[in-house]
């Protein structure tokens, strides 16, 4: 698998576990505690991981000769909607002046960014059990 590929779907799958911790912290505010500090982080990071995860996974199916190619086209589209539903929750999250646990656990929820790390979970699997790319002897 695509080594761009594993770090974006590191990035959102250790945010997902952040926000877990933080959700259950019970904080009123991200402000005055070292997580509170981190939360705007690990969001944004995510925004910067999905914002361009369908075209990584577009490339992959080329470069690494995926097939049936139509197949892979076909849900890397549910991915990229999956992820652009996620963005839009997560950048309604990150322009709140407060972000509390209760408003992270929220988001933990919605059906938008587990669809969106089921997605992953699925397409990490598949790719890691496609064969290495054979190499051009020379």
């Given at each position: 698998?695509?080594?761009d ?42 925004v ?10 577009s ?80």
């Open positions: 698998m695509s080594t590929i594993q770090e974006r779907c590191d990035t959102i799958e250790e945010c997902y576990e952040f926000m877990l911790a933080y959700a259950a912290q019970g904080l009123p505010s991200d402000a005055a505690s070292a997580s509170g500090g981190e939360i705007r982080e690990y969001l944004r990071r995510v910067a991981a999905a914002n361009g995860l369908a075209r990584s996974l490339v992959a199916v080329k470069q690494d000769n995926l097939e049936p190619a139509d197949r892979y086209r076909a849900f890397f589209q549910v991915v990229a909607r999956d992820a652009s539903d996620s963005l839009a929750a997560i950048q309604l999250v990150l322009a709140q002046p407060i972000i509390s646990s209760q408003l992270i656990d929220n988001l933990n929820a919605s059906i938008h960014l587990r669809a969106l790390l089921t997605d992953l979970f699925l397409v990490s699997e598949i790719l890691k059990a496609q064969p290495a790319p054979a190499r051009p002897v020379g």
